[in-house]
């Protein structure tokens, strides 16, 4: 059996090589624009990241050169159009290292894989008295479905408490696993607190107990090689446009053999081998799972935006984003009343806080007047907040092109913001 | 350009930072929640309303500077009004925050520190929120608004 304990490919370098993050800002134009007449600082890649130019190129030369619905004609456009959207998933497979092309179902977002399994395998595989481990630090979305389901199936939600740094209690996590855990969902990175779970010791405690594992990777995929085979997942979930591709695709990642198992998630066209009024077959994977005609000219901006992500490197990617994050922590920590919330020893991309006396959503407006993008909220993470006795953090995420001089402009910012409470 | 001091006037940031009325107000006998799930703000608006008068007004909770001071100048501006006025101040108000109108009545006067939201939009649900829990209160809705 392969362990899963490291999620960073071996082909990593030991050192990996720094990146030209000033010739990378140029691959993405909407950097160059300004702001209430000051340069775009952006940080806000966590809520989305900006596109660079490849996957803006791609889209248009889809919509220029090739669009046609896929899978059922037989004109050279649609053979095109197929073949453009079909490349796209053997991209994805490569970057998840799945086994095979039919593992990768094309979704709207992480937020619909969720929701896919939730409402297909859940709804076959849970009932009444099981039970469903999440975390304290979730996203709503990979809350809620599973409220949803427990209502459905008379189920039990069970939240896995974290420290106050934010990090994951392991032990109290072990001991909520039980006979009647049948799925773990849990996010590999916290989008509020940059918290890196460590997913592959979790999923190994999971398995030992029969219980099926999805990770919810939307904030994990820009920053982490993801390799689904050594993890051993059952499920994983992404979003494009956090990854540098266009809004409303994503991928849900499942195991061939859980996928075949599972009904189909919604009924329409492409997802059908035949049908008559007496009864219908099913397509085979993955299209099983894509009813209608699907995001086509996303799929394709999603599978350019990975190459443009391999091409860069994502061991260069991440180690430069821990350098800006590690600056970012200090110079922060030195504003006055600033404090972190959020301060796991694993972090990756993202830099919540709270001023003490200022809200954060004052805070965000002040920035944004000096063209200082970052979110304020409570990142639809309302119960973590509650954990933290908070209502709302101002965050700052990171992206590969986000550099030591914007945090410097952030800190500023932070002062100026300071002056106007003053 | 907007002027950030047109947001953050001198007596929104005075009243943000020393909110008057905050509290809750014994012998209320209506009150209601206003949320914005957005960003987490939440307040509670207490009153105390006999014969047509707003006797009393108070207001709890937390949210940013923009909701806070105006949920203070609000309890200041209604305390001892008739429901129908002040459900004519909310128009007013709401109007001012919008942009559509200057301001005219002097019972508004300290309220026009807020005309600088309306070239905030996103914030507007900010210096609304206690209004709309004051007319949810008023009207004795049971469920908490939501500026969303």
């Known amino acids: 059996m392969t362990t899963a304990t490291n999620t960073v490919r071996s082909a990593q370098p030991a050192v990996p090589a720094d990146l030209d993050v000033q010739k990378l800002r140029a691959d993405f134009p909407i950097l160059r624009r300004l702001v209430h007449g000051k340069p775009l600082v952006y940080l806000d890649n966590a809520a989305t990241t900006q596109k660079p130019q490849a996957v803006i190129d791609a889209l248009v030369s889809y919509y220029t050169n090739e669009n046609a619905n896929i899978h059922r004609g037989v004109h050279t456009l649609s053979e095109e159009a197929t073949e453009s959207h079909e490349e796209a998933r053997g991209v994805v497979q490569r970057f998840l290292n799945a086994a095979e092309p039919r593992e990768i179902i094309f979704v ?25 481990v999440i975390t304290a630090m979730e996203h709503h979305s990979n809350i809620v479905p599973w409220q949803m389901l427990c209502e459905q199936r008379a189920a039990k ?8 740094a934010g990090e994951l209690l392991l032990d109290e996590f072990e001991k909520l696993l039980g006979p009647r ?32 594992v999805l990770v919810d990777g939307a904030q994990a995929v ?23 591709g266009p809004t409303g695709i994503g991928v849900l990642y499942g195991k061939a053999e859980l996928l075949e ?12 081998s035949s049908v008559t009024f007496e009864k219908t077959i099913y397509n085979h994977l993955p299209h099983k799972f894509e009813a209608g005609t ?53 972090k990756a991309g993202v830099l919540s806080f709270v001023l003490e006396g200022i809200h954060p959503h004052d805070i965000g407006t002040i920035l944004d007047q000096e063209g200082i993008a970052i979110r304020t909220g409570h990142h639809c993470a309302q119960p973590l ?31 100026k913001v300071q002056e106007v409470f003053a | 350009m907007a002027d950030l001091r047109d947001l953050y006037h001198d007596v929104i940031l005075e009243h943000s930072k020393r909110p008057r009325n905050f509290r809750t107000l014994e012998g209320a006998n209506c009150s209601a929640e206003g949320f914005n799930p957005l960003c987490g703000d939440h307040f509670t608006v207490f009153l105390q309303v006999g ?29 001892g009004k008739s429901t129908e006025e002040a459900e004519a101040f909310f128009q007013k108000f709401h109007d001012v925050v919008t942009g559509k109108n200057g301001v005219e009545s002097d019972d508004l006067s300290k309220l026009a520190a807020f005309a600088g939201v309306s070239e905030f939009p996103v914030r507007v649900k900010c210096a609304t929120l206690a209004w709309h829990a004051l007319r949810a209160a008023l009207q004795g809705e049971q469920q908490a608004v939501s500026t969303e």
């Open chain 1, 222 to 244: 820009p920053h982490i090689a993801v390799d689904v085979r050594a993890l051993d997942c059952d499920f994983y979930a992404f979003s494009g446009h956090k990854v540098y």
């Open chain 1, 108 to 132: 709207r977002g992480a937020t619909e894989g969720i929701n896919l399994v939730a409402q297909t395998w859940g709804r076959t595989n849970v009932g009444a008295g099981d039970e469903i």
């Open chain 2, 51 to 79: 014969d047509g008068k707003i006797r009393d007004i108070s207001f709890q909770g937390s949210g940013c500077a923009i909701s806070k001071a105006s949920a203070s100048m609000m309890t200041q501006a209604l305390k």
């Open chain 1, 294 to 346: 699907p995001h086509v000219s996303g799929a394709i901006g999603l599978g350019a935006a990975i190459e443009y992500l391999n091409a860069v490197g994502i061991a260069p990617i991440a180690a430069h984003e821990h350098r800006v994050l590690d600056y970012g922590t200090e110079r922060l920590q030195s504003v006055p009343g600033l404090r972190l919330i959020g301060t796991a020893k694993d």
């Open chain 1, 157 to 164: 939600l069970r939240v896995a408490p974290i420290n106050d």
């Open chain 1, 181 to 212: 855990t049948k799925l773990v969902a849990i996010g590999h990175v916290s989008n509020a607190l940059g918290t890196v779970n460590p997913i592959g010791k979790i999923i190994e405690m999971a398995h030992r107990r029969k219980a099926r």
């Open chain 1, 385 to 415: 907040m509650q954990r933290f006795g908070i209502s709302a953090t101002a965050r700052a995420s990171l992206a590969l092109y986000n550099t030591v001089e914007e945090i410097d402009a952030l800190v500023t910012g932070l002062h």
């Open chain 1, 261 to 272: 198992a599972m009904p189909p998630y919604q009924g329409g066209g492409d997802m059908i």
